[in-house]
């Protein structure tokens, strides 16, 4: 049987191609981890936090290790990494992602979520912890979409301990990404749609740091 060993990972830098309609300035976008099957028993852990982009990009490679680590977990054998970015949230929709994080029993440092364990919400955010958490901070009928996902599969066994490994997660986006406007001129309406792009196309990488111990 495959050894358990201890994973540290941690989130060094985003880029995105698109990170929503609204394509330069800087706003805060929900980052979701998770780690598939870590080991025997365990289908997944699930890590959500805010992020800032700035023109679609973060860097955190250089900042404190509390504000760039998603899980340190124990690991057996095969598993999975995925990782996926909202685009850009509201303020309402942030004020809301923040009080329900904080309703289930979530703490809150330094102006980042932390970590968020799968006992304390339950069965519906770990079969698709993204869109439960939209639907919980949507309005009118809209919730924030993601932008960018995307998945490794790694093993535990060959990395040697306490040597850290990057870790490219190239992303696609999973859904088209475009905006409609409507203009009114002499009595007609126009409509027209850009989009920014289509579902299945490339859409940028994130940067992960890894290391084993035990």
């Not at 990009?57 to 404190?64: M, Q, V």
């Not at 289930?104 to 799968?118: A, I, N, P, S, Y």
């Not at 301990?161 to 905006?179: K, N």
Request: charged share 25%; glycine share 10%.
């Amino acid at each position: 049987m495959a050894d358990r060993r201890i994973l540290e990972l941690s989130l060094d830098r985003l880029c995105l191609n698109v990170a929503g309609t609204r394509t330069k300035g800087h706003g805060k976008h929900i980052v979701t981890a998770r780690l598939i099957w870590p080991r025997p028993m365990i289908a997944s852990k699930v890590a959500v936090q805010t992020v800032e982009l700035v023109d679609g990009e973060l860097d955190l490679s250089s900042a404190d290790w509390t504000k760039r680590i998603l899980f340190k977990e124990v690991v057996q054998g095969p598993f999975g990494v995925e990782l996926s970015v909202s685009e850009r949230l509201t303020r309402n929709e942030l004020t809301k992602f923040i009080n329900f994080m904080s309703a289930v029993g979530l703490k809150l440092l330094g102006g980042e979520l932390g970590q968020l364990v799968e006992s304390t919400v339950g069965s519906g955010l770990l079969e698709a912890p993204f869109k439960y958490i939209a639907k919980q901070i949507g309005a009118g009928g809209k919730s924030p979409a993601l932008v960018a996902s995307g998945m490794v599969s790694l093993t535990a066994e060959p990395w040697e301990a306490e040597v850290t490994q990057s870790i490219e997660v190239a992303f696609c986006a999973p859904t088209t990404v475009s905006r409609t406007t409507r203009t009114r001129r002499q009595g007609r309406t126009t409509t027209k749609r850009r989009t920014f792009v289509r579902e299945g196309a490339d859409n940028g990488a994130a940067a992960l740091s890894a290391r084993v111990y035990g």
